[in-house]
């Protein structure tokens, strides 16, 4: 399995061939609370690293998700238009935002490993 890594931000993004997937953290669905609401980017889309580009609302807010990379988006998960709870039930596997086609697959390697961001969470 390829090794997930981690943007500041709190999304995750691990690479399966030629395309990434993103989704957000266990942390960040935690400290969000019950999601009830994602609005999820269209395929085809041109993103840069850091970018705005799906929204994610909850009992207690709406956030931002930014792409880890850049890339051209292409896939949504549709699954979370109908069942917007696979954020917090499974945010590392069935509760994936998008898939990626990433500009450089380099630029992953530059994010941060499960314990960098371990040790970013418990700092904060």
Do not use: C
């Amino acid at each position: 399995m390829t090794e997930t890594r981690f943007a500041p931000s709190h999304e995750w993004v691990r690479l399966e061939g030629d395309v990434a997937v993103v989704g957000i953290s266990d942390h960040a669905q935690t400290a969000l609370g019950d999601v009830v609401f994602v609005e999820l980017p269209e395929a085809g889309r041109e993103v840069a690293a850091g970018e705005a580009v799906a929204v994610v609302e909850s009992v207690k807010a709406a956030s931002d998700i930014y792409a880890p990379i850049a890339g051209r988006i292409v896939e949504s998960n549709a699954a979370l238009v109908d069942d917007p709870s696979l954020v917090n039930s499974a945010p590392m596997a069935e509760g994936w935002f998008f898939r990626i086609a990433p500009s450089d697959p380099a630029a992953i390697d530059a994010l941060l490993d499960e314990a960098a961001y371990e040790a970013k969470v418990a700092a904060e």
